[in-house]
């Protein structure tokens, strides 16, 4: 369910910008050569993205603290290096709550913004919703200048500070990296007992899907006013999930080194007691050394065989990323689903 303050986002973004287009008949008609509802890309933007945004913070917010105490519950940070992955979570607290860092990327979505609108609209030489040229250049409409000063300011605030976060995670998992993990390489989830890490990806989905508004906006606005098709945008379709693949998963690959050590490690401990355990086995129920009498069915030999082959099985198959193919689907296709409207004839 969509929080009241999501709406809010997009009803004072978006819904004021209709008023004021209406207000000065700028929003449908052939009064401007780019009308106000024939502007998908900015509609995706306020009325899809914003509000996803929105949403995929919340549930940031709900489920990025979870796995924190399972660093050391399950006992992956070594007792002596306790102190250093507090230091790395409160930097990554104190950080996230810095002031400072907030008004600079008001001066950064204002300077950015102002850009954006002079580069799409103002430099035009065709009346938009946006702006009107004259002889001096050019003029922003009421409409124009709400959107460069209230409007866009809100959205890439908010899409700046989503980037800021995943700095501030991707700066808090290298650090942790840093640290000499306990890494178990017969735990069954075949990473040592750390895909809890790349869990935390499933509160991404709402990003990537607000990623692919507003690739979806940018197409729709330009096959329906510039007689393009869906496929004419491969290399940008491609390049957006790229991009999406790259913030929310590139930082785990900052434990791919201790994962490979870890993988090379076991398979040589593991290595040496199968060998072991075998060399023992062999003779016993193979070559006939049995004690007089043992049973052969139901002996605790033969399932201890049984599961040391399973617990080698995993070490054997030990996987040295985060990344499944699982977290990538998800991802990429949480990205491309807005693209769907676009699809249509």
């Not at 002889?135 to 866009?152: E, K």
């Not at 129920?285 to 995993?314: C, F, H, K």
Request: hydrophobic fraction near 50%.
């Amino acid at each position: 369910m969509i929080d009241p303050d999501f709406s809010a986002h997009s009803l004072f973004a978006g819904g004021s910008l209709l008023l004021l287009s209406l207000l000065k008949r700028q929003a449908f008609g052939s009064v401007t050569a780019l009308p106000f509802l024939m502007d998908f890309e900015t509609h995706a933007r306020l009325l899809l993205a914003l509000p996803l945004l929105a949403a995929a913070e919340m549930m940031a917010e709900r489920r990025f603290g979870q796995p924190l105490p399972e660093f050391l519950e399950r006992n992956i940070i070594p007792g002596d290096t306790r102190s250093t992955f507090e230091k790395a979570l409160c930097a990554a607290s104190k950080l996230s709550e810095f002031v400072i860092a907030e008004f600079m990327l008001v001066a950064f979505v204002y300077g950015l913004g102002i850009l954006v609108v002079w580069w799409r609209f103002v430099a035009l030489d065709n009346t938009t919703w946006c702006a009107t040229p004259n002889a001096d250049g050019s003029q922003l409409s009421l409409a124009g200048i709400y959107y460069t000063f209230v409007s866009l300011p809100i959205f890439q605030f908010i899409l700046c500070g989503w980037y800021f976060r995943l700095f501030i995670g991707a700066r808090f998992l290298w650090q942790v990296s840093r640290i000499h993990l306990s890494l178990t390489p017969t735990h069954p989830d075949r990473t040592g007992g750390f895909s809890f890490v790349s869990e935390t990806t499933r509160a991404l989905t709402v990003f990537a899907a607000a990623h692919g508004a507003l690739l979806s906006g940018y197409i729709a606005t330009r096959i329906f006013s510039g007689g393009k098709v869906l496929t004419d945008f491969t290399l940008e379709t491609a390049v957006m999930i790229a991009l999406v693949l790259t913030v929310t998963l590139l930082p785990t690959l900052a434990f791919t080194p201790q994962l490979v050590r870890a993988r090379q490690e076991g398979r040589r401990e593991y290595g040496i007691f199968v060998a072991r355990y075998v060399r023992e086995f062999d003779p016993k129920w193979v070559r006939g050394a049995a004690p007089t009498g043992e049973p052969l069915i139901g002996s605790p030999d033969i399932q201890s065989l049984a599961g040391m082959a399973n617990s080698y099985e995993v070490v054997r198959t030990f996987r040295v990323t985060l990344i499944t193919r699982e977290v990538v689907l998800r991802l990429a296709v949480a990205t491309l689903i807005p693209l769907a409207p676009c699809c249509s004839p």
